[in-house]
């Protein structure tokens, strides 16, 4: 077996003494793993880092074994260890990566969405939070989780909409939600076009992807907790 393919490393972890165990975003052939011989080395642990995106050659004599990768770095996007918040931005979309993807599964609308958001947080471009939040919703819809926004779940209007249903993820409007609104889930404005948005929006809009992340998402694959990552890149933006 062998195939040619480009991503994004997840994660790269000691493999022995002389190798590193990588796991690779990449647009074919979905999150899929490798061993990279001689990634220990001091020269290509520098482009193993999660984050940097790779050209990989994969190769295995069994299509279900573990298989080799051979490595070529395309980019490193190291301006993101310049920016401590950039950082955790990042780390924090490729844990999720890896903690949300089946094995070898393509997901290349996933992966379009994916690499703009690794490239502005690798050159920590400012307004990176607000795409990392909209990249998370996406996150969501791919894997069968999405927030429906457009209208009331109860009413079917467009306007007003104030709320989410933490059960369907749908819109709701103030006059649909009545005397449920206080079980209801904050809709932030800026998320149906409406102003610009505040850093505490932000972090509102991140406590609702968060809370389908952890209560719908998190319960498909087996109750695991969602990578600490995320957490430390939200407590980051609490302190700002």
């Known amino acids: 077996m062998d195939w040619v393919d480009q991503g994004t490393i997840l994660t790269s972890r000691p493999q022995g003494e002389t190798s590193r165990l990588i796991e690779v975003f990449t647009e074919s052939h979905g999150r899929h ?58 780390n924090s979309s490729c844990a999720l990566l890896a903690f949300a993807l089946p094995d070898r599964e393509a997901h290349p609308a996933l992966y379009h969405r994916s690499e703009p958001l690794f490239d502005v947080i690798g050159q920590a471009h400012e307004g990176w939070i607000l795409d990392y939040l909209r990249w998370e919703m996406t996150l969501l819809e791919d894997l069968g989780y999405g ?37 209801l889930l904050p809709l932030p404005q800026f998320l149906l076009g409406q102003g610009p948005a505040s850093l505490a929006e932000v972090e509102e809009g991140l406590g609702l992807t968060g809370y389908f992340l952890n209560t719908h998402l998190a319960p498909a694959l087996g109750n695991r907790p969602l990578p600490a990552a995320r957490a430390r890149l939200v407590e980051a933006l609490a302190r700002l």
Do not use: N
Not at 44 to 72: C, I, K, N, Y
Not at 160 to 174: E, F, H, I, N
């Open 33 to 90: 793993a490798g061993i990279v011989r001689g990634g220990a080395s001091r020269k290509m642990a520098a482009h193993l880092q999660p984050g940097s995106h790779v050209s990989v050659r994969w190769r295995a004599r069994l299509a279900d074994q573990l298989g080799a990768f051979t490595v070529e770095p395309l980019k490193s996007r190291a301006g993101a260890m310049q920016d401590r918040l950039a950082l955790l931005g990042l």
């Open 147 to 183: 927030l429906d926004l457009t209208r009331c779940a109860v009413t079917g209007s467009f306007d007003d909409l104030a709320y989410v249903s933490p059960k369907t993820g749908r819109a709701v409007s103030r006059k649909g939600a009545g005397d449920w609104a206080p079980r």
